[in-house]
């Protein structure tokens, strides 16, 4: 079975359906090991996100 980087990409959370077609598919020749770093960065932030949403000037707090 071939890899497929953009699916697990998803899996992980990764918002790759609202990028621009040029985006996901640079994103779609990324190796196993390229996407597993990718994941293992977004499992980091997402461990040490405070649940805010910053805006231009701003910051809300969603909890």
Partial sequence: MDFDPLASLRQAGNPVDLLSDAQRD???QLTEDEVAVLNSVKMRLDAV???EVEGHSTAIKLA
């Fill in 26 to 28: 640079v994103l779609a």
């Fill in 49 to 51: 996100s405070d649940a």
